[in-house]
């Protein structure tokens, strides 16, 4: 996975490169840069993202949306895919990671899913980030609580139980690293501020405030 991409976008976006699209066409978007196709179709900026929509980021683009009480951001060269039991509903169910990188953050209430090809993440009022290649995801939880599974057969199975301020980052691999599917890992390649950004485009307040 090339982190130093998704530094230096991550440095971009600090930098004020987004454009925040005035209210009267937010719909759901919020923030848009460079190229973001809407089911293969490039994004206006009066399109409404709902469940059962697939966003696709090129290597310019980045996104921040949300939908009903759910907010994210993807990074450049992302695919991410919303699944809801219904098509076009404002609650999505399940999320597919495909490619790239995803920041969420979830209202509390009904369980919901993250998916990628080494990971499956259970989410319940939780923000997380993850970052996705062919060999292993990192997935963050920066508030909340989140169950992780491994995926490929693999047998192993870890519940993470925090309380907000507390980033906890894994590694899950495809294959094992000795005899570990998943690993610790360090805070990287997002903040606080950029969650505490997704939990204002949600209506809620500082996750990390103390």
């Avoid at 980030?129 to 920066?142: H, I």
């Avoid at 870890?158 to 309380?163: G, P, S």
């Avoid at 903040?191 to 997704?198: C, I, V």
Wanted: with cysteine; charged share 20%.
């Amino acid at each position: 996975m090339n982190r130093r991409r998704f530094l230096s976008h991550s440095a971009a976006v600090a930098g004020g490169s987004l454009l925040c699209l005035p209210a009267a066409a937010q719909g759901s978007l919020r923030e848009v840069a460079g190229s973001v196709r809407l089911n293969g179709i490039a994004l206006g900026k009066f399109d409404d993202i709902r469940g059962g929509d697939t966003i696709t980021t090129g290597a310019d683009g980045a996104i921040w949306f949300t939908v009903g009480g759910d907010a994210y951001f993807l990074r450049p060269r992302s695919e991410l895919r919303l699944i809801s039991d219904r098509a076009r509903s404002t609650f999505v169910s399940a999320l597919r990671l495909l490619s790239g990188a995803v920041g969420a953050t979830f209202a509390r209430g009904a369980a919901r899913s993250l998916h990628t090809p080494t990971v499956t993440v259970g989410i319940r009022g939780t923000g997380v980030y993850l970052e996705v290649d062919a060999q292993e995801t990192y997935a963050c939880t920066c508030f909340g609580a989140t169950d992780i599974m491994s995926g490929q057969g693999g047998d192993m199975m870890e519940r993470v139980q925090l309380i907000a301020g507390q980033h906890q980052a894994r590694r899950i691999f495809r294959d094992p690293q000795g005899a570990m599917r998943i690993a610790q890992a360090p805070l990287e390649r997002h903040t606080s501020d950029e969650m505490t950004r997704l939990e204002r485009y949600a209506g809620r307040p500082d996750p990390f405030a103390r």
